[in-house]
């Protein structure tokens, strides 16, 4: 079926209506209880002729796997989201954020755009897919699984461990893309092809316990505040990997504010931020400032209980980000370095995941930007690394080509979307619905045809 031969009215009604459904669904992660949005995708699916498979990692954590069948000429391509969401303060929200309320255009609730908004574009193209006959040269799935708001261990990862064969593809579409936003009058969609590790780090300080009226210069909270101090000021080395490259050079390319030859000055530690400060858009210039190096933030300390009371211990948390090529180990080399002078502590890791990288060119990278452009004609596309980590890092160590990819439009300045993630009244507005069906649409049966 063309673009142009489908009631765009109805299925828009239609996918309000679901992803309003959808919200409603209590999937708040912990504990997640994503069997009851599993039931329901199930129940549509089903209506639409799909077989489709529930598998509980623990109990009422659900995944659930569809799939279209292709010819097998080419191989699968992977739909992936997430059922679960992040808690919500519901006193600090306009509307309920599990009313799913539609108002004034817009569909609110907790999971509008991170991501059920997304599971609902992807189930829709799957739908009208199926609708038209499509003849698919692959077999598309659709994945919905649980616990990407906390690390993914009872979703993508137990999925990949226990039940790949279900969920075996070449390519895979995912959440963490940045949708478009203005820039001089171009539409810039940042499309994810890398993301960076994570390795959260407890720094325990040491020292002798005393009384606070006679201090003798051994203070172990003073030794952790001096540390915290040197954490926060320190910047890591600048980092050229072939994403920020290619990201620098499209900005460069397409873009006024900044020339080719100056946009090589942000991997120089002297121009670098003279430079970052050339980038008109604050939310931006932020992503980018991220792309170049490792990050370490303190986030925690903790020590002492009473005011007269010199502890014996404290600790902080440090949360630091790596980019492709880092390891922990690295990184705890890296801190280390930072911390020269101090001698009383020790390091512990919390978690750690690492850095992936899905390369490029690829033949669907090629086609989402190619759609893109089709459906905006005032659309760049670039690659970037996101400082986040999504379920797409569980596909790349597979070898599967994931990218996080937004289909949509956003009005509001790039900042104050991402400052929504995860923040009050999530909402998503449903011209940017229908926007996302059939930009997905399109990238769907052009891969695939
Ligand atoms: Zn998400």
Request: net charge negative.
């Amino acid at each position: 079926m063309e673009k142009n031969e489908i009631h765009w009215d109805e299925i828009i009604e239609e996918a309000t209506k679901i992803l309003s459904q959808y919200i409603q669904i209590d999937t708040t992660n912990p504990p997640g209880n994503e069997i009851e949005g599993a039931l329901f995708l199930k129940e549509i699916l089903k209506k639409e002729g799909f077989d489709s498979v529930i598998l509980e990692s623990e109990k009422g954590r659900g995944n659930i796997v569809a799939r279209y069948k292709g010819d097998g000429s080419l191989a699968p391509l992977l739909l992936l989201h997430h059922i679960d969401v992040v808690p919500a303060e519901e006193d600090k929200w306009l509307h309920p954020p599990l009313s799913g309320k539609v108002q004034d255009g817009e569909i609110w609730g907790r999971g509008a755009f991170d991501c059920k908004y997304f599971g609902v574009i992807e189930l829709m193209v799957l739908c009208l897919l199926k609708r038209s006959g499509f003849k698919s040269r692959r077999d598309i799935i659709l994945l919905a699984t649980g616990d990407e708001e906390a690390g993914g261990r009872c979703g993508v990862e137990w999925m990949v461990k226990n039940h790949f064969d279900l969920i075996r593809a070449d390519f895979v579409i995912n959440e963490g893309g940045v949708a478009g936003f203005c820039l001089e009058n171009k539409n810039l969609y940042l499309c994810q092809t890398a993301e960076k590790g994570v390795c959260w780090v407890r720094l325990v300080f040491r020292g002798v316990p005393g009384h606070a009226s006679m201090p003798d210069g051994n203070n172990c909270i003073s030794d952790m505040a001096g540390a915290i101090q040197k954490i926060g000021n320190y910047r890591s080395r600048l980092q050229k990997s072939p994403v920020t490259t290619r990201f620098i050079e499209g900005l460069a390319r397409k873009m006024d504010f900044i020339e080719e030859r100056e946009a090589a000055g942000l991997f120089d530690e002297t121009s670098s931020f003279k430079i970052l400060d050339m980038i008109p858009e604050k939310g931006l210039k932020t992503l980018l400032n991220t792309m170049l190096r490792n990050t370490f933030v303190p986030a925690v300390a903790h020590g002492g209980k009473k005011t007269n009371v010199i502890p014996s211990e404290c600790y902080c948390e440090i949360d630091c980000r790596m980019l492709p090529g880092e390891d922990p180990e690295s990184i705890i080399k890296e801190l280390k370095g930072i911390l020269g002078g101090h001698t009383d502590f020790e390091i512990e890791i919390l978690g750690s995941s690492s850095p992936t990288e899905s390369r490029l060119p690829n033949v669907l990278y090629s086609t989402i930007e190619m759609c893109t452009k089709k459906q905006d004609p005032v659309a760049t596309v670039i690659p970037f690394i996101s400082s986040g980590a999504t379920d797409s890092r569980f596909f790349r160590e597979k070898g599967v080509a994931a990218y996080g990819f937004a289909p949509l439009k956003i009005e509001e300045p790039l900042s104050s979307h991402l400052e929504k993630m995860h923040g009050h009244n999530e909402r998503i507005s449903i011209k940017n619905l229908a926007y996302g069906i059939e930009l997905l649409y399109d990238i769907v049966r052009e891969f695939c045809r």
